[in-house]
C-alpha cells in the first residue's frame, strides 16, 4: 500500500513538474495543501501536490475571469457609430 502510494506521489510530483514555468498560484497551494496532508495522517506531499493542482486552477480561472471583465469594459466603453449630422446631405 505505501508502495503504491509513493509510486503515485512520484508520478504526480513529475507530472506537475513538468508546467513549473506558468504555475501561479502553485506555491500558495502548495503550502495549504501541504500543512492540511500533514495534519490528515502524515501526507504531506502528497497534499502539497495537490494543493499545487487546485491553486494552479483556481488562479487561471481568476486571470480568465479578470480578462473577460476588462474585455466586456473595453467593448462597454468604445463610442458607437453615431452619424455626423454635418455629414447628411440637406435640401436647399
Known amino acids: ?7 503515485l506521489v512520484a508520478l504526480a510530483t513529475l507530472a506537475l513538474s513538468a508546467g513549473v514555468a506558468n504555475a501561479a498560484g ?3 497551494g502548495a503550502a495549504v495543501g501541504g500543512v492540511a496532508g500533514h495534519v490528515a495522517d502524515h501526507h504531506a506531499v502528497a497534499g502539497a501536490a495537490i494543493g499545487c493542482a487546485v491553486g494552479h486552477h ?6 480568465k475571469k479578470e480578462a473577460a471583465q476588462a474585455n466586456a469594459a473595453v467593448t462597454s466603453n468604445s463610442p458607437t457609430a453615431v452619424p455626423d449630422s454635418s ?6
Open 58 to 63: 483556481k488562479a487561471k480561472v481568476k486571470a
Open 26 to 28: 502553485c506555491i500558495e
Open 87 to 92: 455629414a447628411v446631405p440637406t435640401k436647399k
Open 1 to 7: 500500500m505505501k508502495t503504491r502510494a509513493r509510486l
